[in-house]
Nanobody, 126 residues
Framework: QVQLVESGGGLVQAGGSLRLSCAAS????????MGWFRQAPGKEREFVAA???????NYGNSVKGRFAITRDNAKNSVFLQLNTLKPEDTAVYYC????????????????????WGQGTQVTVSS
């Protein structure tokens, strides 16, 4: 049974930084993409960033240049460094992992991902 556990959310002032972590367990993820999505109140869940097994990364337009995704395959973990945070970054952030044998370029759609974490709240005050 695959489990994803996020951590690292919290309250931060605008301009600050946070680092989110996601630990995956239940199988190997060496050929899976690992990513992050977020959902603000009253809005749809949106793509934030993803790291493919190939090393290729993808970012949502609103976070390019501010957020950085990394993964540690030995620890089945993925991390999201959030810098220069803005109030509009406030959302629940979800870790997501694809099924095995994913394409080398990580997907950016919700239905590209099979497994989801419970989410961690990030709140940015102005």
């Amino acid at each position: 049974q695959v489990q994803l556990v996020e951590s690292g959310g919290g309250l931060v002032q605008a301009g600050g930084s946070l680092r989110l972590s996601c630990a995956a367990s239940g199988r190997t993820f060496s050929r899976s993409a690992m990513g992050w999505f977020r959902q603000a109140p009253g809005k749809e869940r949106e793509f934030v960033a993803a790291a493919g097994w190939s090393g290729i990364t993808n970012y949502g337009n609103s976070v390019k240049g501010r957020f950085a995704i990394t993964r540690d395959n030995a620890k089945n973990s993925v991390f999201l460094q959030l810098n220069t945070l803005k109030p509009e970054d406030t959302a629940v952030y979800y870790c997501a992992v694809t099924a095995n044998f994913a394409p080398p370029v990580p997907g950016i759609r919700l239905d590209d991902y099979t497994y989801w974490g419970q989410g961690t709240q990030v709140t940015v005050s102005s």
